[in-house]
Structure formats: structure tokens, C-alpha cells
T-cell receptor, first 112, second 107 residues
Framework: SQTIHQWPATLVQPVGSPLSLECTVE??????LYWYRQAAGRGLQLLFY??????ISSEVPQNLSASRPQDRQFILSSKKLLLSDSGFYLC???????????FGDGTRLSIL | GQQVMQIPQYQHVQEGEDFTTYCNSS?????IQWYKQRPGGHPVFLIQ?????EVKKQKRLTFQFGEAKKNSSLHITATQTTDVGTYFC???????FGTGTSLTVIP
């Protein structure tokens, strides 16, 4: 069976510090991978998605970036965090763009 | 940007009452998916609808896909406290989620 791992679960970072969130998927190959951000009490905002290694599509211009160095690894990064980067970050995978998405447990990021 | 709208944004019901959330798209959808997110948790896939006019049931939950494949609804009969959470629809290749409906069930 397939599993998705996302870490850390919570993170508190000062403004201006760098960020690296990692997501890995097991039990499948060449999945579609996604990063979402969810502000408190709000909907899901798609940040990045990837259909293959090295292929990243950005949905929202911002100070975040994503990389897919391996088939089942998806990384969300920032060189300098802003207060507005606070939120709940979710990684997800699907077999194709039309199949159900399966989410990781998420990372709660607080910027101080 | 997103083209899938959901109403209502919030709904409070007494336990035992019914609940419905609606999902509307400005364009025809190839299919639509529904997810549930419990408070503090992550979205979990519930169901996918593909055919025009399709109706699917999961116990007390009934999902419908409109004839024009531009809208969908989720109806819960006789809500229970375990139904609490936010319900999202997703369309347009499922990259884009609706705004969600947060359901509170009052015991």
C-alpha cells in the first residue's frame, strides 16, 4: 500500500530564516505531487505541483520554491520566511491529475 | 485561480438534522471529488463522481453530480457529532479545491 510522510509536524521559525519541508511517498512510482497551504479556517491554496522529477509548476508567485530531486520526494523551501508564510502546509500525491489525492499529516508553521 | 465555489461557508446544525453543501463551477467538470477534513487533521478523500447526473451514497452521505456537470452536492442525513469537519469539493483536474463548508454539529 502507498504511504505519504511529511515532516516536521510543527515548526516555529523567526522571520527571515530559511525553510525546508520534506515529503516522501512510498509504494508507488511517478506520482503527481502537490504542496498546498491552508490558512487558519480557510480553504486549500495550491502552491506547487509536479508530474515528474525536476518538473515543477508554480501556481502562486511568492518567496517559496519547490524541488523534486527524486521520484517520490518533494521539498518546499524558502530562503527568507515572511510573517505571511504562517499556515498549515500539506503535501499530497495522486496517480494522475484526475485521480484522488492523498494527503500527508501536514506541517503547522508559525513565523515569529 | 480557483473556479469552484462552495456554499455555505459555515453551517451549524443540531444533532439529527440534515445538512447539505453545494459546489458550483463556472465550467464543465470532467469529474468531481469530495473530501472531509476533521478539525486539526488533513483532507481525506470521500468519493469521486464522473457521470452526468450521477448519485452515490455512503451510509448517511449522498453525493450528486449535476446534469450539466457544473455543480455537485453533498447531503448528510441525520447528522452526528462524528460528521464535524470541513467538506471540500475538488474539480478541474482536482488541483483546485472549493472554498469548503465547515460543519458544526451541536449535541
Amino acid at each position: 500500500s502507498q504511504t505519504i510522510h511529511q515532516w516536521p509536524a510543527t515548526l516555529v521559525q523567526p522571520v527571515g530564516s530559511p525553510l525546508s519541508l520534506e515529503c516522501t511517498v512510498e509504494g508507488t512510482s511517478n506520482p503527481n505531487l502537490y504542496w498546498y497551504r491552508q490558512a487558519a479556517g480557510r480553504g486549500l491554496q495550491l502552491l506547487f505541483y509536479s508530474v515528474g522529477i525536476g518538473q515543477i509548476s508554480s501556481e502562486v508567485p511568492q518567496n517559496l520554491s519547490a524541488s523534486r530531486p527524486q521520484d517520490r520526494q518533494f521539498i518546499l523551501s524558502s530562503k527568507k520566511l515572511l510573517l505571511s508564510d504562517s499556515g498549515f502546509y500539506l503535501c499530497a500525491w495522486s496517480r494522475t491529475g484526475r485521480e484522488p489525492q492523498h494527503f500527508g499529516d501536514g506541517t503547522r508553521l508559525s513565523i515569529l | 485561480g480557483q473556479q469552484v465555489m462552495q456554499i455555505p461557508q459555515y453551517q451549524h446544525v443540531q444533532e439529527g438534522e440534515d445538512f447539505t453543501t453545494y459546489c458550483n463551477s463556472s465550467t464543465t467538470l470532467s469529474n468531481i471529488q469530495w473530501y472531509k477534513q476533521r478539525p486539526g487533521g488533513h483532507p481525506v478523500f470521500l468519493i469521486q463522481l464522473v457521470k452526468s447526473g450521477e448519485v452515490k451514497k455512503q451510509k448517511r452521505l449522498t453525493f450528486q453530480f449535476g446534469e450539466a456537470k457544473k455543480n455537485s452536492s453533498l447531503h448528510i442525513t441525520a447528522t452526528q457529532t462524528t460528521d464535524v469537519g470541513t467538506y471540500f469539493c475538488a474539480g478541474r483536474n482536482q488541483f483546485y479545491f472549493g472554498t469548503g463548508t465547515s460543519l458544526t454539529v451541536i449535541p
